[in-house]
C-alpha cells in the first residue's frame, strides 16, 4: 500500500455502519465467492464523479465494491441511503467497507463503545454492507502486551456489536504487522491469535505484507481458513522514489504470485471475496487498469 493511502487512513475522519437485517438472510444473498473492487483503485475519478465512476465499473462486469470513503456519515458524499441506492441502479452491492476504529471508539470505564462507532455500524448496515473493516492498528496499541491484548478483546466485542445489525467486523494488514513484534511474538500472529473468527473477518493484502518483509504465499498456507476476505493485488519494485520498496501494479505482472495466493484462499483459506485494488498504475488510467484487472481475473476462472 502505497505512503498516499497510508496517509489517507490516518488523515481522513473515516467511520462506518448497520441496520438489523437477519444476517442468514444477508449471507445467502450472495454466491459462494465473488470479485469485488475497493473503489481507492479509483479514488479520485470518485472523488469527481462517484455516480459516473460506478456507471463504469458496473459496465465493465463488476458486481460488488468495497468503500473507502466515509465522512460525516457519508459515503463520497451521500447519504448511507441514497448512496445504496445509487448503487442499486448500477446493479452494484457495497460488500464491505474500510474505517478505522480508533482508540478513542471504544470507553474501557463504561464498557461501551463511542456514539460515532455506533452510527459508523448503522450506517454501514444500511448501505447494505456485509462487513465493516479497519484497516489500521493505532500505534499505542503496538508497543506492549496489555493494551494490545484489550483492545483485540475491543475487536471481538465490535463484532458482537456488527453481528445484532447482521454483519461482521473485520481486520485489515498493511505492512507494519510483519515487522513490529511484542514481547518477541510477531503483531500479525498476535492479531490472528486473539481475535475470536466468528467475530472477526480477517482480510489478508497480500501485497501490503511485502513491504514488511514477508509474502503473501507464506502468510495464505500459515493461517488455513482464516481469510475471508482478500484484497487481490500484484508488486514490483518502487518505480519513484518512496518510503515503501513496492508498488502495486496489474495483475499477474509482479512479484506476489497472485493467482497461486488466490488459489489457496480458495481451496483452504476460507476466501470468498476477493477483492481488486491497484494503487500505482505506472502511466495507466486507473480505470483502464481496473477493467484489465477483472479480466485477468476472469480469466484465471474467477
Not at 474505517?99 to 454501514?124: G, L, R
Amino acid at each position: 500500500m502505497t505512503t498516499s493511502r497510508r496517509n489517507f487512513l490516518k488523515t481522513s475522519g473515516l467511520s462506518v455502519a448497520a441496520l438489523a437485517v437477519g444476517s442468514h438472510k444477508l449471507f445467502a444473498a450472495y454466491p459462494d465467492k465473488y470479485i469485488g473492487i475497493q473503489l481507492y483503485t479509483v479514488r479520485e475519478a470518485m472523488n469527481k464523479d462517484p455516480s459516473g465512476t460506478l456507471k463504469s465499473l458496473s459496465d465493465m462486469g463488476y458486481k460488488y465494491v468495497e468503500h473507502a470513503n466515509y465522512k460525516d456519515r457519508k459515503f463520497y458524499g451521500y447519504a448511507p441511503a441514497d448512496f445504496k441506492k445509487l448503487l442499486d441502479g448500477y446493479n452494484l452491492n457495497m460488500i464491505s467497507g474500510h474505517v478505522q476504529m480508533v482508540p478513542k471508539d471504544y470507553d474501557f470505564s463504561k464498557n461501551d463503545f463511542s456514539d460515532k462507532w455506533k452510527y459508523t455500524v448503522e450506517d454501514a448496515a444500511i448501505a447494505g454492507q456485509k462487513y465493516l473493516v479497519s484497516p489500521w492498528l493505532d500505534q499505542s496499541l503496538r508497543k506492549n502486551m496489555n493494551d494490545f491484548k484489550a483492545y483485540m478483546d475491543v475487536f471481538n466485542k465490535s463484532g458482537m456489536l456488527c453481528q445484532k445489525s447482521g454483519m461482521k467486523f473485520g481486520y485489515h494488514n498493511h505492512d507494519f504487522e510483519f515487522s513490529t513484534q511484542i514481547d518477541g511474538q510477531l503483531l500479525y500472529d498476535l492479531i490472528l491469535n486473539n481475535t475470536d473468527p466468528a467475530l472477526v473477518a480477517q482480510q489478508l493484502d497480500m501485497g501490503n505484507l511485502y513491504n514488511g518483509g514477508s509474502k503473501a504465499i507464506d502468510i495464505a498456507k500459515k493461517f488455513p481458513g482464516r481469510f475471508e476476505l482478500m484484497h487481490v493485488k500484484d508488486e514490483i519494485p518502487a518505480t519513484k522514489a518512496s518510503s515503501e520498496k513496492y508498488e502495486s501494479t496489474i495483475l499477474g505482472k509482479g512479484i506476489v504470485g497472485t493467482k497461486e495466493v488466490c488459489d489457496i484462499g480458495r481451496t483452504s483459506g476460507g476466501t470468498k471475496w476477493f477483492i481488486i485494488e491497484q494503487e500505482s498504475y505506472q502511466g495507466m488510467d486507473p480505470l483502464d487498469c481496473s477493467k484489465q484487472d477483472l479480466a485477468i481475473m476472469n480469466g484465471w476462472g474467477y
